[in-house]
């Protein structure tokens, strides 16, 4: 082998040495970092990717709640007025949707519906959960499940239903498509009774269908709604509607409202509303006003039977007594307007506290108005007048019932405006100032029951998911609201004005063994733009029954009778008539006890 001068042997073999070493030490260090990486990627970052790996199978479904159930009384007997039924939600995963026209192709003659409109969610972007469908039938979703369809399922969910059809449809309210009670106990009572929802995290297959196995399928488990027991009696409640129909159709009223209220612990018996629907189809409404419960929702210039109330007042002030007379010059006038009578007053004369409600005289609650205030209609009076209206028979404000959209009624203040002196002595009679059925109700039973207002209400008892009951304590609201003499006067008074009208209300006759009285009223109905319509009038009456003491309230309304006479005689008092003879014939009214 030819060799340069100067050269060795040896350095030439060192070089080849060198480059192999160097090559080792680069081949471990980027091993090492191999390793390094890899140690990161498999032990440091495992969740994180492992969840990657499989987050596009991971789906959230909420699990609904069991709604609380609406019972009431039959007698003794607790029955259901509204329960749950399942049904079923279909769903689809559009991630896994291959051909979404071949889906609402097959899905709509199961589901009905547009077959572009379903095609369209089947397709729907960024999202992992479309509703294609609610309220399925067991039968239905048995057909899509045999499809197998991949990206589509069905969930159960629990829907309302009414065993008893449209009875206290107002009063029950209805849960919408989005799951929220609307109008009534449902909307009142919805954070009590809808419950808590539960979560399911599930890992799906291919098809997008959970696993149940899974190892890593979490589930929160739902809190069911409280259980809510109402103080209706099924029964009263039947019959006061079969009669509130039967007498709206009789009188050509456009309307019609009841209530029976207890007077000594303020639960509501029966609330009657006439027309009504079906709160299962609640859909097919047309008009949203038929949804309201006007007992509580619909206030109203109440008219005469206001002069209950202004005759209490007079009494409880000592400013007269049951057995006072006056003399009634048949008419007043106040500022710039005259108040008089209708025709069968009598004339000018001497009157007592039971002409004034027996024949209804205007000028007799203006004359207490002006006793108030000294003999005249003053800001005294006023005022008088004011208090016992607002703070004692809690008028103007809500009585705090459950139910959605109560209405508070209107009470002028008594120093300002115009015309307020006038518009007082109208307040007297019962107009210029406006209540629901509820809250006259309510204070009548104060005026009548020795002077406690107890807040009006309809839950008897509350059953917690544990199964532990709260029964609800009737709550007093004031105390006092007139001296327990002026009850008993009240009651006397009304008695015996309901024993001499009762041959214009009803043939109906009633034992001397139940005390049974009330009053009338007709006010015109007033005209959205101000002032009154001269052939459109309300119809109402207040009235108790019992024995010794009131204990049922009975409230009656009729919108714009068509009849003969005045609105609250030929309208309204037949229905007290009908109720109060049904409640001491079916229903346990206690007798006088001698």
């Known amino acids: 082998m030819y060799q340069e001068p100067g050269t060795t042997r040896s350095a030439i073999v060192i070089r080849p040495l060198q480059r192999i070493r160097w090559w080792y030490v680069a081949l471990l260090l980027i091993a090492g970092l191999a390793i390094v990486r890899l140690f990161y990627l498999q032990v440091i970052r495992h969740n994180y990717y492992q969840l990657s790996a499989y987050s596009a199978q991971l789906k959230q479904y909420e699990v609904p709640a069991n709604r609380g159930i609406i019972s009431a009384y039959d007698g003794n007997t607790v029955v259901p007025l509204v329960l749950n039924e399942t049904l079923f ?108 929802p539960g979560a399911l995290k599930a890992v799906t297959d291919v098809n997008g269908v959970p696993l ?4 890593d399928n979490k589930i929160v488990d739902p809190v069911p709604g409280d259980n809510v027991t109402l103080t209706l009696d099924i029964g009263l409640q039947q019959q006061v509607e079969d009669t509130l129909r039967d007498y709206v159709a009789a009188t050509q009223s456009e309307t019609g409202s009841v209530v029976v209220l207890e007077a000594e612990t303020g639960a ?7 027309p009504t629907y079906d709160p299962a189809n609640y859909a097919a409404v047309e008009d949203a006003e038929l949804f309201t419960n006007p007992v509580v929702s619909q206030p109203l210039e109440v008219g005469s039977i206001m002069k209950t109330l202004t005759v209490a007042s007079a009494i409880d002030q000592g400013l007269v007594t049951a057995q006072t007379t006056y003399y009634d010059p048949g008419f007043y006038q106040v500022d710039d307007a005259t108040i008089k009578n209708v025709e069968e007053d009598g004339g000018a004369g001497s ?62 203040e008594p120093n300002d405006g115009w015309g307020l002196n006038i518009t007082y002595a109208n307040t007297a009679f019962g107009q210029g100032v406006s209540a629901t059925m509820l809250q006259m109700s309510a204070a009548f039973a104060a005026a009548l029951n020795g002077g406690i207002y107890y807040q009006p209400h309809l839950v008897a008892t509350v059953e917690r998911p544990d199964g532990a009951a709260e029964p609800y304590a009737p709550r007093i609201v004031r105390e006092g609201v007139v001296d327990p003499s002026v009850s ?91 109720v109060a003879t049904m409640l001491i014939n079916n229903f346990g009214v206690s007798p006088r006890s001698q």
């Open 351 to 412: 009157k007592s506290m039971e002409d004034l409600l027996r024949l209804s005289l205007n000028t007799g609650a203006t004359w207490l108005l002006m006793q108030m205030g000294g003999g005249e209609i003053n800001q005294q009076a006023r005022e008088r007048w004011y208090d016992y209206l607002v703070k004692h028979y809690q008028l103007g404000q809500e009585t705090g019932i459950e139910q959605g959209y109560e209405a508070t009624g209107f009470v002028p």
């Open 488 to 578: 008993s006067d009240m009651q006397n008074l009304l008695e015996t004005v309901f024993r001499k009208n009762r041959r214009f209300y009803t043939d109906r006759e009633f034992s001397d063994a139940y005390s049974v009285g009330g009053k009338t009223g007709t006010a015109q109905i007033a005209k959205p733009d101000g002032g009154y319509y001269d052939d459109r009038f309300n119809g109402t009456y207040l009235g108790f029954v019992g024995g010794d003491r009131a204990e049922y309230i009975i409230a009656v309304r009729m919108t714009n009778p068509r009849v003969a006479g005045y609105a609250g005689t030929t309208a309204a008092a037949p229905v007290f008539g009908e």
């Open 89 to 196: 939600t279909l769903y689809a995963d559009p991630s896994f949707v291959d051909n979404p026209q071949e889906v609402a192709t097959a899905l709509q003659p199961i589901i009905g519906g547009n077959v572009d409109d379903i095609r369209a969610l089947a397709a729907q972007p960024d999202t992992r959960y479309v509703v294609l469908a609610k309220k399925l039938t067991r039968e239905q979703k048995d057909r899509v499940d045999a499809l197998e369809l991949k990206g589509i399922g069905t969930q159960d969910a629990p829907y309302r239903t009414y065993p008893d059809g449209a009875l206290a449809a107002q009063l029950l309210g209805f849960v919408n498509a989005e799951g929220k009670g609307t109008y009534g106990i449902e909307q009142a009572l919805d954070e009590q009774l809808r419950g808590v």
């Open 268 to 274: 509501v018996k029966a609330m009657a509303n006439y």
């Open 212 to 215: 149940p196995a899974n190892s």
